[in-house]
């Protein structure tokens, strides 16, 4: 009987246990972030003002009623040629879940609905934007959390810097993604005041395989500084040198933003 009893004691443990790491387990898939960036295209500047109209007043007010405090939106800087006329918008989201289940709360949101009718309710004939890509990403293991940077300028000094870089093969891109986490790219920057907000994988996108990531910098002085240091600084020019992580991007390209006034950082 003594035998039978620590048996049943032990199969009340196994299953204590199980029971424990299934409830950990989701949240350990969730600990990194993922991100939506919503690129809307123009063909004309009165379209940019009619759907910055529609995320000031309706859709950043409504994310922020769904949960999701912490909202981007961006605007190419002055003289930019690589954006065109364009309006970014940064979402950080816990989990897949969250994005899919975002629109049907967006079409629960009676305020949402009526804040943003005059676009939700544009004319076939009267578009207000010409494109609209949405992109998915998931962090990177060594930043698994966005950061809000904490600068002092007005928004329309501070330069955002948003980069994408295209691997030539899935195998090449992920030493790419080696070398910011591992290879300790990512502590460069962090070490040189770079202001991440993230890093992360895309998992669905046009140009994959790739990544992305956003620094951010005070005003153009500290952005042009911070680069010069970081291209010419010794731990740089060992990492870029290794062989291992050589011809690990096929494609970059380069969106110089700056923040708008209502967005959430």
Do not use: C
Not at 43 to 66: C, D, G, I, N
Not at 213 to 238: G, I, Q, S, V
């Amino acid at each position: 009987m003594k035998i039978e009893h620590q048996s049943a004691a032990g199969r009340t443990t196994a299953l204590l246990f199980l029971l424990l790491f299934l409830a950990v387990a989701p949240l350990a898939g969730n600990a990194r972030d993922y991100y939506a960036i919503k690129i809307y295209r123009f063909k004309e500047q009165s379209q940019v003002e009619r759907v910055e109209k529609f995320l000031k007043e309706a859709y950043l007010p409504a994310l922020h009623r769904a949960g999701i405090s912490t909202v981007g939106v961006f605007k190419p800087i002055e003289g930019d040629t690589v954006a065109g006329l364009s309006v970014f918008v940064w979402i950080p989201l816990k989990s897949l879940a969250q994005f899919e289940g975002l629109a049907q709360k967006l079409e629960k949101d009676l305020q949402f609905r009526a804040a943003g009718a005059t676009y939700l309710e544009a004319a076939h004939n009267q578009p207000p934007y010409s494109r609209i890509e949405t992109i998915l990403l998931k962090s990177f293991q060594d930043m698994p959390q966005f950061k809000i940077p904490h600068h002092q300028t007005p928004p329309a000094e501070r330069i955002y810097e948003l980069r994408s870089y295209e691997g030539p093969t899935e195998k090449l891109f992920q030493k790419k993604v080696e070398m910011f986490n591992a290879g300790g790219e990512i502590k460069l920057f962090e070490k040189l005041d770079f202001n991440a907000v993230f890093y992360a994988e895309v998992i669905a996108g046009s140009t994959m395989p790739n990544l992305m990531y956003l620094t951010t910098f005070a005003d153009p002085k500290t952005h042009a500084d911070r680069w010069n240091t970081f291209r010419n600084h010794p731990e740089w020019k060992e990492l870029s040198a290794m062989e291992k992580y050589k011809n690990t991007v096929s494609r970059s390209v380069k969106y110089l933003l700056h923040p708008t006034d209502y967005s959430d950082f």
